[in-house]
């Protein structure tokens, strides 16, 4: 079985070429069990949508998005 550290924060940005759209997956800091899962205007940050997800289900959401285009970003970049 695979332990989920709590203390570890969850902070991955994922870009596609081509899209309007930034996700934003992040530790919510009221509940370590918990992430937010945004998506939002790169152009204006607005948020677009909105999940609330269990911690141990980040790696699907990550895989999830991979598969739509999606990949990973060091930094948030502004169009």
Avoid at 37 to 59: F, M, N
Wanted: aromatic share 6%.
């Amino acid at each position: 079985m695979n332990k989920t550290n709590l203390a570890e924060k969850i902070d991955v940005k994922m870009r596609k070429k081509g899209s309007p759209h930034l996700v934003v997956i992040a530790s919510d800091p009221a509940d370590l069990h918990f992430c937010n899962v945004e998506l939002r205007k790169l152009k204006t940050g607005a948020v677009v949508g909105r999940h609330y997800i269990l911690r141990s289900d980040v790696q699907s959401f990550v895989s999830m998005y991979r598969r739509d285009g999606f990949h990973p970003v060091a930094e948030e970049v502004q169009v």
